[in-house]
């Protein structure tokens, strides 16, 4: 294993970059990863985000219950970023870039509301009604060198060598509301909520501009209809449903022209790769509730059970379609993609003291199952992801769970995998891998307090799952893999030739049953064979880690009294400190992976150490 210490010398006398993941001998040139240090010193990205927000607002009593009120609020933020590319390294053939990128967005919101708020008896009745305008704009500026710089080392646009790619663009979106909702309760043991909402979108065609959702919810608090206990402290039964629209991003609807780079003296223009659709239609959402909530013990020990459903229709996805058409996806409304699950948390107090020592813990588990129930007219798999490593895709199939892989998968026969004559597996291609979906995740997190002290431990992991690992395809594929080397099953060193005893031994069987014998030679089952043999490299997700351990001291109230300050913590941080378990093995870290559904060659997870001040004035 090399140490990263090793690679801080990371150029070589005559200047040029030094890498550990070489060619070979007699390529001493970064083969797919440059160095980490030319990565921190020399290939850099840095960013600025700021963000300005605020709001100003008028309030009017009308009368005892009856006030109306006026808002406006903006979110203003700006995001810069800058990428350079040093000269002679892996990316942008050795001969260097530099890029920048402009993102400034401001939200606007203006609001009238009314409120209402009064109790006849025992029946408490709030309500309000109100609209709301909100407006989106986007400027997005983006400057890039081409054909690598004049300059080896100085940053700037103006040393590209060729036309640089310049691009400028604005959205523009506005959504007019209108709302209202009322929230009855009566004694305080039975309580409703319905509330109705109508949005019209600028992004959406005019004929289909305007969405209603609703929403509905009652709750009961049944320790109040039960005798007092020391056991019970607290039930409640709860129910709800609701509905939210969705809109597109601007220009989705019409044909729109995109301005290019020049040609000689001639402008040029080209329509977009996206199809646009004039007949869109708002996206759907129908959620579904139901729970249970209880308290023990004077509110010592608890748990919360919650059943959900949500009904996902008309979603807007880009579909792709035959490159002859001129584009290379249509955007149109999905049909049904239906989540259910079951979600439990449970918290308790096992030690609890007023002066000295305190423990506090909660869990939480989610089992979240999404099945395509539906997708568009004539189509009945929608490909999320992919391909990679040739054939490998994730995909959303119709009467499967969302997140399909599909790829090559190793021929089995009875339970065993099927080899051919020659001893390497059978396969097929465009086959289900499996589901990317968990069976069930959660977290735990564990607080300890000592007077002023206090330890917070939170751990999280998944159970079952999918996923395609490129790191253990290619550790294989090179011959770092441990499974590459060693005896084989006659006491032979399975790099020998299989003349000489050596190879490997496919646990499988023949086509017609027969157990295989016939032993194949190892650097060609590893470089040839298993790689991008999707199947070989498909793992459970399943891990547990170490997310966040934190140790804090909350100053003494007679110190902070002089000071003029309320309270105040001081807190030692650690984040990503300890990967306990992973069923892939190898240190593999899949909670850091690049995408929901394949492991991309990841670099180590980074842990990273901190100090946190809190105080209030």
Not at 141 to 160: E, K, R, V
Not at 174 to 181: C, L
Not at 359 to 370: E, G, K, Q, V
Request: aromatic share 12%; no cysteine; glycine share 10%.
């Amino acid at each position: 294993q090399l140490k990263i210490e090793d690679l801080k010398n990371y150029r070589n006398t005559d200047g040029t970059f030094r890498s550990w993941n070489i060619g070979g001998p007699l390529d001493a040139k970064p083969k797919y990863w440059d160095s980490p240090y030319t990565q921190v010193y020399e290939s850099t990205n840095t960013r600025l985000d700021t963000r300005l927000f605020g709001d100003f607002g008028l309030t009017y009593q009308l009368n005892t219950h009856l006030k109306a009120s006026v808002v406006a609020r903006r979110d203003q933020r700006q995001y810069n970023q800058e990428g350079r590319v040093a000269y002679g390294t892996l990316n942008a053939g050795g001969l260097g870039a530099f890029a920048n990128y402009v993102d400034n967005a401001r939200e606007n919101n203006y609001e009238g509301l009314l409120s209402y708020d009064q109790e006849f008896g025992a029946l408490s009745v709030v309500a309000n009604a109100g609209g709301n305008i909100r407006y989106n704009l986007r400027e997005v500026f983006t400057q890039a060198t081409a054909g690598g710089l004049t300059t080896p080392g100085f940053y700037n646009i103006a040393a590209s060598k060729d036309r640089p790619t310049v691009s400028n663009n604005r959205f523009e979106r506005r959504v007019n509301s209108i709302y209202g909702n009322v929230s009855l309760g009566y004694k305080d043991i039975v309580f409703l909520e319905a509330s109705l909402r109508n949005d019209w979108s600028s992004t959406l065609p005019k004929a289909n501009n305007s969405y209603l959702y609703p929403s509905l919810s009652a709750g009961v608090i049944l320790t109040e209809l039960l005798p007092r206990n020391p056991v019970l402290s607290y039930a409640k039964l709860r129910a709800g449903y609701a509905q939210v629209g969705t809109d597109v991003d601007p220009y989705q609807i019409f044909q729109t022209y995109t301005t290019g780079n020049a040609f000689g003296s001639n402008a040029t223009q080209y329509l977009p790769t996206l199809l646009p659709n004039s007949e869109l239609k708002p996206g759907l959402s129908s959620s579904y509730e139901a729970g249970l909530d209880l308290k023990f013990m004077n509110n010592r020990f608890g748990l919360e059970f919650t059943w959900y459903q949500n009904d996902n229709k008309n979603q807007i996805i880009p579909l792709p379609v035959t490159p002859t058409s001129g584009y290379r996806n249509a955007i149109i409304n999905a049909g049904l993609i239906q989540t259910s699950g079951l979600e439990l948390h449970i918290f308790a107090n096992p030690v609890k003291s007023d002066n000295g020592f305190n423990w506090n813990f909660d869990i939480n588990l989610d089992r979240n199952r999404s099945k395509v129930v539906k997708l568009a007219e004539g189509l009945t798999n929608y490909q999320l992801g992919g391909p990679t490593w040739r054939t490998l895709t994730v995909n959303a199939r119709e009467g499967e769970d969302w997140g399909l892989l599909v790829g090559k998968k190793i021929r089995t026969l009875d339970g065993k995998r099927v080899v051919d004559a020659d001893g390497f597996y059978l396969f097929d291609d465009q086959k289900p891998l499996g589901s990317v979906l968990p069976t069930f995740k959660g977290g735990f997190l564990n607080t300890f307090t000592y007077r002023n002290l206090s330890l917070r431990i939170n751990t999280d992991f998944i159970v079952g799952g999918k996923f395609f690992s490129t790191t253990r395809m290619f550790n294989a594929y090179s011959g770092l893999a441990a499974e590459t080397a060693g005896l084989n099953e006659l006491g032979k060193p399975k790099r020998d030739p299989v003349a000489d005893g050596g190879g490997v031994l496919l646990d499988a069987v023949t086509e017609d049953g027969k157990p295989n014998t016939t032993r194949v030679e190892t650097q060609v089952l590893y470089e040839e064979r298993f790689f991008a043999l999707n199947d070989q490299w498909i793992y459970d997700q399943t891990y547990v880690k170490l997310r966040e351990v934190s140790l804090g001291y909350n100053l003494p109230k007679s110190f902070l009294s002089r000071l003029r300050v309320k309270s105040a913590n001081i807190s030692l941080i650690v984040r990503n400190p300890w990967l306990i378990y992973s069923a892939v093995g190898g240190g593999l870290d899949i909670s850091e992976s690049e995408t929901y559904w394949t492991e991309g060659g990841q670099l180590p997870p980074v842990r990273s150490f901190g100090v946190n001040l809190k105080f209030s004035l």
